[in-house]
């Protein structure tokens, strides 16, 4: 199983944010699981240290992803005609991106997200 992080999660995991759920904070805190970080959440985070949303700054988040069980993914096309049209345009990519990496590497995938849009959707199995 790999475990595909949303914004939200990874930013509230390197704050040490109450917010975050208990199994999500259990499972990136585990070192022995693989996480996947769509390349879209890395734009996400530095727009959201660049506009003072978070007290992260970019290179931080950059320095916390350099961890080994770690592995970017790119949005690329692949990624983009996976993209669900039931959801917008940055849930859709993170969405997409963990199809798109289950289907090619044939290993389960699941979202650490709470995001609302996504849950309901059931496109990917999520945690929290």
């Known amino acids: 199983m790999i475990y595909v992080i949303d914004t939200h999660a990874l930013i509230w995991f390197l704050e040490g ?48 992803i350099t961890d080994p069980r770690c592995l970017i993914y790119p949005l690329d096309v692949v990624v983009v005609r996976a993209m669900p049209s039931n959801l917008d345009i940055h849930d859709a990519i993170i969405c997409a991106t963990a199809l798109v990496y289950q289907k090619t590497m044939n290993e389960e995938a699941a979202l650490i997200t709470r995001d609302e ?5 059931k496109l990917v199995k999520t945690v929290w």
């Open 17 to 64: 944010s109450k917010r975050l759920g208990g199994e999500a904070r259990q499972i990136l805190r585990d070192e022995n699981q693989h996480l996947l970080i769509p390349s879209i959440v890395l734009a996400e985070a530095k727009d959201l240290a660049t506009k003072g949303k978070t007290r992260l700054a970019f290179e931080a988040v950059l320095e916390a």
């Open 117 to 121: 849009a996504i849950v309901k959707s």
